[in-house]
């Protein structure tokens, strides 16, 4: 069984930086990507950024402010967020694209963690 868990979020005041850390257990071949989605009260639920093999992409909105990075070793994804504004406030989702045969792939989503920026 696979499990994505996600971890980090918080209460943060505007200017100020998080790191969300996402981690993947179970019985697996490994992770093609790995992204994160936030979702504001309100409002659909969003990508900020993923990992492919090394290749970044992210929001125009965060572009400058977040990174995203992994460490394969670890099965293990970051989301360093800097220069936090009161708009980045959302539950933050963590999914990984994992590879459950040597050529087939499965979306697994974590449970989420809240990000709270204060103005």
């Known amino acids: 069984q696979v499990q994505v868990v996600e971890s980090g979020g918080g209460l943060v005041q505007a200017g100020g930086s998080l790191r969300l850390s996402c981690t993947a257990s179970?019985?697996?071949?490994?992770?093609?990507?790995m992204g994160w989605y936030r979702q504001a009260p309100g409002k659909q639920r969003e990508l900020v950024a993923s990992?492919?093999?090394?290749?970044?992409n992210y929001a125009d909105s965060v572009k400058g402010r977040f990174t995203i990075s992994r460490e394969n070793a670890d099965n293990t994804g970051y989301l360093q967020m800097n220069s936090l504004k009161p708009e980045d406030t959302a539950v933050y989702y963590c999914?990984?694209?994992?590879?459950?045969?040597?050529?087939?792939?499965?979306?697994?989503w974590g449970q989420g963690t809240q990000v709270t920026v204060s103005s």
């Open positions: 990992i492919t093999r090394g290749v970044t």
């Open positions: 179970g019985s697996f071949f490994g992770i093609k990507t």
């Open positions: 999914n990984a694209d994992i590879f459950v045969s040597w050529s087939q792939t499965d979306p697994y």
